[in-house]
Antibody, heavy 123, light 107 residues
């Protein structure tokens, strides 16, 4: 059974940092691209970052470029999102999502999602 | 970025109704269009991928059609568990963008 379990969310002050983790199980982690998708309270979905199966290729939304870093440790079956210089508008539930493709740029759709981690940026 | 526009933004319907949701892309995306269902407090779940392919385990009352810029999601006979928010997503280009969502409510 595929499982994705996010952790690391919480309350952080503007300008602060937080690292999200997504522990994966039930599939060959290194064979699939992964993404982080966020949803601000009462709002829609936004793909903020994606990474290929090997970790060699990454992509960022303009809204987080230069502040967020996506990475993965295939030996630990874990996806990460390092978030720096956080702003109030980064407040959202962050989902990790598994792609059906290995390459992020060949992404087709997300077939499994985690339950989400809430990040609140407030003073 | 490719903009995805869904209509309507919200919809009231009754159990047993046939419902159609539309998604329009700001440029041609071929058939790189997916539909997700999201219930409150839960993660999205894929229903349709590649514009018209039904994801394994999804009831056959869900169907998708379209190509290029115009797409539709149809639920042939609404069931109580179908009341949720539906999102389209394009994977033709980066960034992968979603529509703003269509909230399906019970009439």
């Amino acid at each position: 059974e595929v499982q994705l379990l996010e952790s690391g969310g919480g309350l952080v002050q503007p300008g602060g940092s937080l690292r999200l983790s997504c522990a994966a199980s039930g599939f060959t982690f290194s064979s699939y691209a992964m993404s982080w998708v966020r949803q601000a309270p009462g709002r829609g979905l936004e793909c903020v970052s994606g990474i290929s199966g090997s970790g060699a290729t990454t992509h960022y939304a303009d809204s987080v470029k230069g502040r967020f870093t996506i990475s993965r440790d295939n030996s630990k079956n874990t996806l990460y999102l390092q978030m720096n210089s956080l702003r109030a508008e980064d407040t959202a539930v962050y989902f990790c999502a598994k792609d059906v493709s290995w390459s992020y740029y060949d992404s087709r759709y997300f077939d499994y999602w985690g339950q989400g981690a809430l990040v609140t940026v407030s003073s | 970025d490719i903009q995805m526009t869904q209509s309507p933004s919200s919809l009231s319907a009754s159990v047993g109704d046939r419902v159609t949701v539309t998604c329009r892309a700001s440029q041609s995306i071929s058939s790189y269009l997916n539909w997700y269902q999201q219930k409150p407090g839960k993660a999205p779940k894929v229903l349709i991928y590649g514009a018209s392919s039904l994801q394994s385990g999804v009831p056959s009352r869900f169907s998708g059609s379209g190509s290029g810029t115009d797409f539709t999601l149809t639920i042939s006979s609404l069931q109580p568990e179908d009341f949720a928010t539906y999102y389209c997503q394009q994977t033709y280009n980066t960034p992968r963008t979603f529509g703003q969502g269509t909230r399906l409510e019970i009439k």
